[in-house]
């Protein structure tokens, strides 16, 4: 991974840079250049392996021009809170205020993460209602970093079929951009000159031609898809260093798993947790890592057994979240998502942990109970187009500058 660091923002080139005018003071410009690279800390354009280290890079979604989600009914009915289903019809927007409010609350998200120094890429705005899609504010579904590997997930929604391409193919060709670029400039330095390294590597999901099987009579009636091709959401798997742990759920099918796990970077692992969610998808309201060490779950849905089962996890600190979180009679609807979203809260390191603002239980058991330092942030539009903090972001960069 050596070989291609980028620079982070604040040793980047201004164009105000003067242009060298002789041979020497090119050569005395590239040296100090060269020091200053030396002196700046830099960080891969990949590289996560947990979900606790400090956030370096990330993408954060766009709510613009949401649409509900329209899949087959039985879909709808297995995922989606039972006073809401008959929203996801084909064509049923979101309402403005809701759409404009999120964006609001999206952008203000953006801005609390670069003030964190962290960099904040942001997708292209898609009008989903015109290409049949979902959303933009969801990227944590479609995408996941395991190392220095960028998988984009085979969707089983088809409303999501063309998601990663259409919002995010831009920012994906942007760090392979910069992949190649950094390489370039090093190929000096290396071993075989001459020979590219590409220390990122972007696996993009295989694209299904003709009928897609998927819906047709599941063979495992707990599960609304079945295993006739690859199909997992990146959201039911995380990161604990070498292993990866995740679940089957109505969108993540065996022939899925089988997939990613051969996408892995070399030594890394894939374990399925054993969860008791009848309506599973997506396992970032079900275990939450807040440090190395110190999970917290949701009993509803998993087991401290179950957990423990996990070799990566023997010797954690396992909590099960003591509370009964509440669906709000106020502000936006929850369309998407139960009172268990609390638990979707972004790690920024091991101690500071970004939380829905109205979530002040929560938030004060993390600081008296595990000393940790929520930073709370308005979300609840958010919430509304079907997920949180977690959901919203794709973790790019993880770890400590070198
Ligand atoms: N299914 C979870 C619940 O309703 C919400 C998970 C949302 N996560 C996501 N990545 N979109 O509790």
Redesign the pocket.
């Known amino acids: 991974m050596s070989s291609s660091r980028l620079h982070t923002p604040s040793s980047s080139h201004s164009p105000a840079d003067p242009a060298p005018s002789s041979d020497s003071s090119s050569l005395a410009h590239h040296e100090q250049q060269q020091q200053q690279q030396q002196q700046t800390p830099t960080i891969p354009v990949l590289g996560a392996s947990d979900e606790w280290s400090p956030l370096r890079a990330v993408i954060v979604g766009c709510a613009e021009h949401s649409v509900f989600p329209s899949e087959p009914e039985h879909m709808i009915t297995a ?1 989606m ?1 039972a006073q809401h289903q008959r929203h996801f019809r084909p064509g049923h927007v979101f309402s403005h205020e809701i759409t404009a409010a999120a964006t609001a609350e999206l952008n203000h998200f953006a801005g609390v993460l670069q003030d964190a120094g962290i960099r904040v890429y942001r997708p292209r705005q898609v009008d989903w209602l015109a290409v049949g899609g979902y959303t933009g504010a ?1 990227p ?2 479609g995408l996941m970093v395991v190392g220095n590997t960028l998988i984009e997930a085979p969707f089983a929604w088809r409303c999501r079929r063309d998601e990663i391409r259409l919002a995010y193919g831009g920012i994906l060709d942007e760090l392979m951009r910069d992949d190649n670029d950094h390489n370039d400039h090093n190929d000096d330095d290396d071993d075989h000159p001459g020979a590219k390294q590409h220390a990122a590597r972007i696996c993009r999901a295989p694209t299904i031609i003709g009928k897609d099987t998927i819906y047709d009579d599941p063979k495992n009636s707990q599960w609304a898809i079945n295993d006739s091709r690859p199909a997992f ?1 990146a ?1 039911d798997f995380m990161r604990f260093g070498q292993t990866v742990l995740g679940q089957l759920s109505h969108v993540t099918n065996e022939k899925g798993v089988s997939y990613l796990r051969a996408l892995l970077p070399p030594g890394h692992t894939l374990e399925l947790v054993q969860v008791t969610d009848p ?4 396992i ?3 275990i939450l890592p807040l440090r190395r060490g110190l999970l917290i779950y949701n009993p509803d849905r998993v087991t401290e057994a179950a957990l423990r089962r996990h070799a990566v996890l023997r010797d954690w600190e396992l909590h099960p979240y003591p509370f009964v979180p509440k669906a709000r009679a106020d502000g936006p609807p929850s369309y ?6 609390v638990l ?1 809260a972004l790690s920024l390191d091991e101690k500071r942990i970004v939380v829905e603002q109205d979530d002040v239980e929560f938030a004060d058991w993390l600081r008296t109970r595990f000393g940790m330092e929520p930073i709370l942030v308005p979300f609840r539009h958010v919430h509304s187009i ?3 903090f ?2 919203a972001t794709v973790d790019l960069v993880r770890g400590e500058e070198e």
């Open positions: 995922t809170p969801m944590r579904d959401d959201a309506h599973a998808m997506h970032d309201a079900t998407m998502c139960s009172p268990w979203l979707n079907g997920g949180s977690h959901c």
